[in-house]
């Protein structure tokens, strides 16, 4: 049973950062992308940025790049995503998501398979 769990969200001034956290345990994530997303109120679901566990080959929105940091762990089995310069447009429930590494980075939501419960960021201005 994969579990992923996220946490390090919260309350945050325009222009400052916080770091979100995933802990995945359940199995080894070698094989697997580990990406974010985000999801505003009255939004869709929308891409953040992934990555290739256990690989420097990593993915963002353009919208993100420049001020979101993806990285892990792999003796803590934890994704972390570094989020600099925040905007209060970044307000949003993020989520953690991992899929097999088959077919590399997808920036669709579809093609992730576990999911975590997500993590409040509010950005006020």
């Known amino acids: 049973q994969v579990q992923l769990a996220e946490s390090g969200g919260g309350l945050v001034q325009a222009g400052g950062s916080l770091r979100l956290s995933c802990a995945a345990s359940g199995r080894t994530f070698s094989s697997y992308v580990m990406g974010w997303f985000r999801q505003a109120p009255g939004k869709e679901r929308e891409f953040v940025a992934a990555l290739i566990w256990g690989s420097d080959s990593t993915h963002y929105a353009d919208s993100m790049k420049g001020r979101f940091t993806i990285s892990g762990d792999n003796a803590k089995n934890t994704v972390y995503l570094q989020m600099n310069s925040l905007k209060p447009e970044d307000t949003a429930v993020y989520y953690c998501?991992?899929?097999?590494?088959?077919?590399?980075?997808?920036?669709?939501?579809?093609?992730?398979?576990?999911w975590g419960q997500g993590t409040q960021v509010t950005v006020s201005s």
């Open positions: 998501a991992a899929k097999p590494r088959t077919w590399g980075i997808s920036r669709s939501s579809s093609a992730y398979s576990y």
